[in-house]
């Protein structure tokens, strides 16, 4: 009976200590098979072609890429990559207080939008002086998560059609990978307008 009790306990204990180890074997090679996806930046091997590849299929180039003409139409000028409204291009031609009234958005090559909120403009987000030069990561962040221009705390908020509201649920690791990449383009000097309030908005007293 005492011999049967000893290898009873033998048994158990060789068990316990195999499940252990395999446990630790699967630990060890999870552990080493996300360290591999985090170090190769979900296979795209380097930040910035992480964040190139989010800015392509996020749809940044088709409001923040100037358009040219082509014999097939509108297309993408790649030499002003994502610089934004071109600064001199003119507003689309639309009775304004008629499509605020209608609360239409109206748009020509998708880098001026007329709508209820007035006009707005996208953005120059090149690394030059008149676009994201300065910004660090932090303020890219924070503009993306809460809607704040240039990501400074009281700052006008992000005007339509910029769809930060979706953007925000971004991971901080997919964010930088963008600012990344938005650093490495080639910069391009365009100084976008400022926003224009709605027509039919009162007049400021004083």
Known sequence: MKKLTVLFIVCASGMLIFSKCADKGTTQETTSQDSVMT???????SQVKMGEHLVHICGCNDCH??????????????DRML??????APDPQVNRKEMEGKGLAVTGDLTTWVGPWGVSYTANLTPDSTGTLAWTEEQFIYALRNG????????????????W?????????????IFAYLKSIKPI????PPPKPPAS???KKG
Request: no cysteine.
């Open 39 to 45: 170090d190769d930046f979900y296979g795209f091997g």
């Open 65 to 78: 890429t100037p358009k040219k003409m082509t014999d097939h139409g509108p297309d993408m000028d790649w």
């Open 83 to 88: 610089s934004g409204h071109p600064a001199n």
């Open 148 to 163: 704040i221009t240039k990501g400074l705390p009281g700052s006008r908020p992000i005007l339509p059609p910029m769809p």
């Open 165 to 177: 509201p979706e953007y925000k649920n971004m991971t901080d690791r997919e964010m930088k990978a």
């Open 189 to 192: 000097s365009n100084a976008v």
């Open 201 to 203: 908005a009162p007049p």
